[in-house]
């Protein structure tokens, strides 16, 4: 059976993905920070699947290392969905705490590549490793200097990946606005109602998933809208 490892996974986008890889009869392994909310979404979720869930924090070596052994020789999905905002609101980076902006980076810069690093050498030919990524990366949004450049920093190492191992797959991808935790802090005390729950944007990595897309970043509206 296919496995993939999905990060972030006790709610928001990384649940509704994994939710929909136990339909189509994948084996995940999914983790989360969080022990209650981790085993409630575990619990759901195998209703669906078969999902194994191993607590832990993406920037501990021990933890990605216990993610990869649990997911074993079939691994062939790497979805590095773990990240952090940064402080709520967002300061400019010329007040950035410096010892914060460094959290940030190893959560969403170096946790990602640090377990990309353990899951490229059990990957198959044509496995595939997402990266999930935001319109920040690419937009000087004020505000958002910490998370954004976070995401760019992602990026190139996600289009340096691809270039160092062209027999996988290996994506950025734009989720798009959510109606997700991490979005409400990005906005706090704002109404975030109009933005599309997460799993609106699960079809756009199903198709990279799922597909023959050719390494490179994506956007999942997009994908979506080319698969309707």
Do not use: C
Not at 40 to 49: D, I, N, P, Q, W
Not at 72 to 94: F, I, Y
């Amino acid at each position: 059976m296919h496995t993939a490892i999905v990060t972030g996974a006790s709610r928001g986008l990384g649940f509704e993905l994994t939710r929909a890889l136990l339909r189509d009869g994948r084996r995940v392994v999914i983790d989360a920070r969080g022990a209650r909310e981790l085993e409630a979404a575990r619990s759901e979720l195998a209703e669906v699947g078969d999902v194994v869930a191993v607590r832990g924090n993406v920037t501990d070596p021990d933890h990605r290392a216990a993610l990869v052994e649990a997911a074993g020789a079939e691994l062939d999905l790497l979805v590095n969905n773990a990240s952090v905002l940064g402080p709520s609101p967002q300061p400019p980076l010329a007040d950035y705490p410096v010892h914060v902006l460094e959290h940030v980076y190893r959560v969403n810069v170096v946790a990602p590549l640090a377990l990309a690093q353990l899951a490229i050498p059990r990957l198959p030919e044509g496995g595939r490793i997402l990266n999930v990524t935001s319109d920040a990366a690419v937009e000087p949004y004020p505000g958002w200097g910490g998370y954004g450049s976070s995401k760019a920093a992602l990026e190139q190492l996600t289009a340096i990946l691809a270039a160092e191992h062209p027999a996988l797959r290996i994506h950025a991808v734009d989720p798009g606005d959510m109606r997700t935790r991490m979005h409400q802090d990005a906005f706090p005390g704002e109404d975030i109602s109009d933005r599309p729950p997460p799993s609106e944007s699960v079809p756009g990595l199903l198709a990279l998933i799922e597909g023959d897309h050719p390494s490179g970043r994506y956007r999942a509206a997009e994908l979506a809208g080319a698969a309707a």
